[in-house]
């Protein structure tokens, strides 16, 4: 399949927004005048996982932040800017931190050798490696990375319910909830990992 041009691109906007105008008539005029998403969605930067895509969500319904294997850093001003201003401002009610299977990013952190400026990115999940890393080496190939994937979420779900942005949160009693999922890019299918936050002591609870 020949892969579209910029010029495409911009006949692809076109259409697109045709199309939105022709299914719902002032669609565009309601997004201008409206942006409160009740869900911010932290994943993955891989292009096969469009966040609002898989979960049937238009635009304006899902706040999102996305990087390298969906990594929630404390010294992150990026990620933690996204995360305040979804809380504080737009008062989002469900934080969703979201992997999926066979993610480059954490199979890169397991491998033994040099990627260049992101192995300071990738230190990150091999600080997950080394803290479950008899978990993880009782398995081989496929299955040590998706199961890499999911302790990376676990983590990161970890990391956003340590921020002081969700500690504030929690003392002020607003009511937000971090969850982990991951995404199987082989099925489109989602994964609840059944981790729910939704106060300070329910940190401790996770694995």
């Known amino acids: 399949m020949k892969k579209p041009n910029l010029k495409q691109l911009f006949s692809n906007n076109r259409l697109w927004a045709r199309e ?7 669609f565009f005029k309601k997004l201008v005048n409206q942006h409160n998403p009740e869900y911010l969605w932290i994943g993955c930067a891989d292009s096969r996982v ?3 895509e898989i979960v049937g969500l238009m635009p304006g319904e899902l706040f999102v932040h996305r990087n390298i294997a969906n990594v929630v850093v404390h010294t992150d001003l990026n990620c933690l800017s996204v995360l305040q201003y979804a809380v504080e401002l737009l008062k989002v009610k469900h934080i969703i931190v979201c ?7 954490v199979t890169a952190a397991l491998q ?3 990627h260049g400026l992101v192995d300071n990115w990738l ?3 091999q600080d997950v490696y080394r803290k479950h890393h008899r978990m993880v080496d009782a398995l081989s190939g496929k299955a040590k990375v998706n199961k890499m994937c999911e302790l990376n979420v676990i983590e990161q779900v970890k990391n956003v319910c340590q921020t002081t942005v969700l500690q504030e949160a929690w003392t002020k009693g607003l009511g937000v909830s971090v969850h982990g ?3 199987g890019i082989e099925n ?3 994964k609840n990992m059944n981790i729910t936050v939704s106060r300070p002591g329910d940190v401790s609870k996770i694995l």
Do not use: K, S, T, V
């Open 20 to 26: 939105a105008r022709e299914n719902e008539p002032g």
């Open 50 to 52: 469009p966040a609002n």
């Open 99 to 105: 992997g999926h299977y066979g993610c480059g990013g």
């Open 112 to 114: 033994n050798r040099r």
């Open 123 to 125: 230190c990150h999940i």
């Open 181 to 183: 999922w991951i995404y």
């Open 188 to 190: 489109g299918l989602l």
